[in-house]
């Protein structure tokens, strides 16, 4: 039961947060791409 609500807090946080995390996962793509070329 404590999973399930968890779960759907995570959903919630999820959906409030779903643009937040596409820059934060392009940031990140790209930050790797920029250490590829570098090293």
């Known amino acids: 039961m404590l999973l399930r609500r968890k779960l759907k ?3 919630v ?11 934060i996962v392009s940031v990140k793509t790209h930050f790797s791409i920029k250490v ?4």
């Open 13 to 23: 946080f999820i959906g409030n947060h779903n643009n937040f995390l596409l820059i």
């Open 9 to 11: 807090i995570f959903n």
């Open 36 to 39: 590829k070329f570098l090293c």
